[in-house]
């Protein structure tokens, strides 16, 4: 009997809280380069919740992909905010169902007494600024991974 390998691992899909920055920038890198219709973000006032359904690229499995010579994958997931007090943005045409939108990155902006924002800065000069009671940010896989359209990684020029 063969010992097991690391490789041999069940994939697990990612479920991840954030509620320090140095949590919030790990799941910041996970999100970097998802993309998804101006359609799918929601804003709850009620709830004090903000979400947006992102198809995320999966960072963690690209050099498995290469390493096995598969296709990289994307998978579906949400992006979660609560403590949300107020919601603004820029360079975002909502009126644009078709407008499909990048997020390049999730950042902290620390208030008075864990107040602050969170800030999802998108491709193209848009952005999306929640004013937060305190930081609460939660990504969630939602279904199984796919192949990525593109059949590329997201290139960033290194």
Not at 97 to 119: M, Q
Request: proline letters at 5%; glycine letters at 8%.
């Amino acid at each position: 009997m063969a010992d097991a390998r690391f490789d041999d691992g069940r994939e697990a899909p990612l479920n991840l809280g954030a509620f320090e920055v140095d949590d919030l920038q790990v799941i910041a890198s996970l999100a970097q380069d998802a993309v998804f219709p101006v359609t799918e973000i929601t804003w709850r006032p009620s709830e004090r919740r903000f979400a947006i359904l992102l198809n995320r690229f999966r960072w963690e499995d690209k050099t498995a992909a290469e390493r096995r010579g598969r296709p990289y994958e994307r998978v579906q997931c949400v992006l979660v905010v609560d403590q949300v007090l107020g919601v603004a943005s820029q360079g975002i045409n909502r009126k644009d169902r078709d407008l499909v939108l990048s997020l390049l990155s999730v950042t902290f902006e620390p208030g008075d007494d864990g107040e602050g924002h969170v800030l999802l800065t998108l491709a193209g000069d848009g952005a999306i600024r929640l004013h937060v009671e305190a930081l609460e940010v939660t990504l969630r896989d939602v279904t199984r991974p796919y192949k990525a359209p593109s059949g590329a990684a997201p290139d960033h020029g290194a």
